[in-house]
């Protein structure tokens, strides 16, 4: 039987189900304070039909719309950090009265100059993903990322030549590792997914992602897996796996969409050889904001080339400097930067993830993640994972205390802490999950729906509190309670989304 967190399980129902236990679990965690970081928005806000905030006069439509929302939904789309409006507004100023000189000056008071926000940024980026400063770089999206990895990663030979994924991989890296196939003209049975053993849970132990693994080992080139799975909410062993792959002669990447800004990695130390993640989910940066890509040091090496050879790598062809590095798909940003702009087609590649650059990156974008790395440079991961862990084993346990018998639901993500990040994952029974979203959404309840049972509730240790959890469950339970007795039938009927699940989905 599942078990909430020991802390939790220990104290009496009465006690940990009041709002004054909440409060407090609140007050005696130093980090609650990051809340104040962040613009909660409203239930107004929601309701509200015009673009922007819900104006705070008398011509409220309803009693509730100044309270906060329950945003549950940072795995999705992260809430917007205070001071990105100022950050943002800085980047427009020195746009509008600088123009292109914001690319190379360094303005009092200003943020760095456009051409060396990448590197500003690379220490902040590697504290959050575990890596040196030289292994990440703030560029593109996350799926376009994916595919200039597997350009370089995914070398295919006669021996070798198949990606492992996951059955239930996020569409697009599916789509990803099967284009990337095609695009060697090799047969689709060459992409071999691993699907959980039972059809009631979608739980992969290591054990079985291993042995998988390893029947495929002496044909497989790639195995690309989430750090943490979007749908079920586990968070795989990373090093672990690695190291089975990497012990068996199979290169190994990973999406750190939904594990970035939640659990502390440590992509270094655990010999990762490259991962990519998006920055709009736990990380805050705002929607399709630019994305984050790893790639260990032992790969991004740019070394003079001997004499007679620059096997399986790049040379710089008509330089007198014969340079060999691991092949990729090239741009100029990636090229060195003392040499960029003497535009002599000399492909110079900086060593480590910033080699692999293509585009001058959007400012904009890269403002904005600024903004996000500076509150999270506020706290550390372990501190944020520590306040997490609290978080979401109070939230599981308040799930598993339903007051009318046995719940009507139960929580698809694992029950141990250490696989699972912020999300769990509550599979309704069929039938319940229209009705139960549109109760709460109407109460200013924000989670995801995945069609055709789950609902993702993800409490970001950065924002959300204990007492959002306890009015999420006062909500929720009774939610459940209306949809079992079918009084909220009527309700339905009416129906209208505040977040519709295509929108819900990233
Ligand atoms: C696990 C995972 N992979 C890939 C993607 C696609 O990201 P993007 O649209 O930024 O390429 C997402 C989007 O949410 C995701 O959750």
């Not at 070798?160 to 090799?186: C, M, T, V």
């Not at 790639?295 to 007679?308: I, M, P, T, Y």
């Amino acid at each position: 039987m599942r078990k909430p967190h020991k802390s939790y399980l220990e104290i009496a129902e009465t006690e940990l189900c009041s709002e004054e236990f909440a409060k407090k679990e609140d007050e005696q965690d130093e980090l609650s304070k990051l809340r104040t970081e962040f613009v909660i928005l409203t239930k107004g806000d929601i309701r509200n039909k015009k673009y922007g905030f819900q104006e705070k006069d008398n011509t409220m439509s309803r009693e509730d719309d100044g309270e906060e929302s329950i945003y549950f939904c940072g795995n999705s789309l992260g809430l917007q950090p205070r001071r990105t409006k100022e950050y943002v507004n800085r980047y427009l100023d020195t746009w509008a009265s600088k123009g292109v000189f914001g690319h190379f000056t360094d303005y009092e008071g200003g943020l760095p100059p456009w051409l060396h926000i990448d590197d500003a940024i690379k220490e902040q980026t590697a504290k959050i993903v575990g890596a040196l400063p030289t292994e990440v770089v703030m560029m593109e999206t996350l799926t376009a990322n994916l595919h200039l990895l597997m350009a370089s990663f995914y070398r295919p030979t006669k021996d070798r030549w198949k990606i492992i994924i996951e059955g239930k991989a996020f569409p697009s890296d599916h789509y990803a590792a099967l284009s990337q196939i095609a695009h060697h003209n090799l047969d689709p049975s060459a992409l071999i997914t691993i699907d959980p053993p039972s059809a009631s849970s979608p739980y992969l132990s290591s054990e079985h992602i291993l042995s998988i693994i390893s029947h495929h080992a002496p044909t497989t080139a790639l195995v690309l897996l989430p750090g943490i799975q979007f749908y079920s909410g586990q968070f795989f062993d990373v090093e672990l796996i690695t190291r089975h792959c990497q012990s068996l002669g199979i290169t190994v990447g990973w999406d750190l969409a939904h594990a970035a800004g939640n659990v502390p990695l440590k992509l270094h130390n655990w010999n990762v050889d490259f991962a990519a993640w998006c920055n709009y989910k736990y990380m805050n940066g705002g929607p399709g904001v630019i994305g984050g890509l790893f790639v260990h040091e032992r790969h991004g090496k740019v070394e003079q080339a001997s004499a007679n050879h620059v096997d399986g790598a790049n040379g710089a062809a008509g330089n007198d400097r014969q340079l060999t590095y691991r092949p990729r798909l090239s741009g100029w940003w990636g090229s060195d930067k003392s040499s960029r702009f003497r535009m002599d087609n000399q492909f110079v590649p900086i060593a480590g993830a910033s080699g692999f650059q293509l585009s001058n990156p959007s400012a904009l974008d890269m403002t904005s993640i600024m903004a996000s790395l500076d509150v999270f440079a506020l706290t550390n991961m372990d501190a944020l994972r520590q306040r997490s862990l609290r978080l979401t084993a109070y939230l599981e346990a308040r799930l598993l205390k339903y007051a009318d018998g046995k719940p009507p639901y139960k929580i698809i993500t694992p029950a141990n802490p250490v696989e699972r990040g912020a999300q769990l994952s509550v599979l309704l029974n069929p039938g319940l999950l229209d009705q139960v979203q549109h109760y709460i959404e109407e109460r200013g309840v924000v989670v995801d729906e995945r069609k055709p049972d789950v609902l993702r509730v993800a409490p970001a240790p950065l924002y959300n509190s204990f007492h959002d959890i306890h009015r999420f469950i006062t909500v929720f339970h009774e939610a459940c309670r209306r949809a079992v007795k079918g009084a909220g039938a009527e309700e339905a009927g009416t129906h209208s989304s505040a977040v519709p699940a295509e929108i819900a989905t990233v």
